[in-house]
């Protein structure tokens, strides 16, 4: 549990008793967590792999809502809140996740204002991140989030090119962009222009500085007011 970010802070007591009501499991790729409408009956915290969200409409529509990483919960709002999900997820690669029993949480959440404190901040960066997206999908063009996309790939923090791997196939990337698959691959090519190399799923960045400056991602203005 230490080593996941949102529980770092919290005393061995309370890490201990969260350990108590909590188990590791490992799903292969291809597995459903859960379904949309279900109640949440756990909080899941990926420790491995990678998950999808994905909404369906009531005319049998489905949308990916969002690509769930190592560190990042599941269903945090909905067991808070009880309330059934609004999303079903499935693994995309094999995974392996903290499942926390909601109705011990909740009890455990009576008794410990540390965790309280501990899951708010969770739930409030979670709703940074999803205010961030709709944010993108109004202000940005898809070649922008595309750019903004490539940009958090990348680890690199002076040298002004790098190689890198799409973590996952471009109809989901499609999907995770909210475009379709024709406009990811115009998106790829106005990329070019802007340092942007693609063979298969390896991408190559050029000019990661000329990128950014297009694709003006989150991280500029964070550090405007920090």
Not at 103 to 131: H, I, M, N
Not at 161 to 176: E, I, Q, S
Not at 178 to 183: A, D, K, L, S
Not at 211 to 219: K, T
Request: hydrophobic residues 45%; negative net charge.
């Amino acid at each position: 549990m230490r080593a996941v970010p949102a529980l770092q802070d919290l005393e061995d007591r309370v890490i201990d008793r969260l350990a108590t009501i909590s188990g590791i499991v490992e799903h292969p790729e291809g597995t459903e967590l859960c379904h949309q409408g279900q109640l949440a009956d756990r909080l899941y915290i990926v420790l491995e792999g990678q998950l999808t969200a994905i909404n369906t409409a009531p005319n049998g529509e489905t949308a990916v809502v969002e690509v769930i990483r190592p560190g990042e919960t599941l269903g945090l709002s909905t067991v808070l809140a009880r309330l059934p999900r609004l999303i079903s997820v499935r693994t995309i690669t094999a995974s392996r996740l903290l499942a926390i029993d909601a109705e011990c949480l909740l009890a455990l959440l009576a008794q410990e204002s540390a965790l309280v404190t501990t899951l708010l901040r969770a739930e409030a960066k979670e709703f940074r991140a999803l205010v961030r997206q709709v944010c993108d999908l109004k202000l940005r063009t898809t070649a922008q989030r595309l750019g903004c996309y490539l940009l958090s790939l990348t680890t690199e923090e002076t040298a002004n090119t790098t190689a890198l791997r799409l973590p996952f196939d471009k109809r989901l990337l499609a999907a995770r962009l909210g475009c379709r698959q024709e406009n990811l691959s115009r998106a790829f090519a106005a990329l070019r222009g802007f340092g942007v190399e693609t063979h298969g799923a390896r991408v190559i960045l050029h000019d990661i500085a000329k990128l950014r400056d297009y694709s003006v991602p989150d991280e500029a203005y964070d550090e405007a007011w920090a």
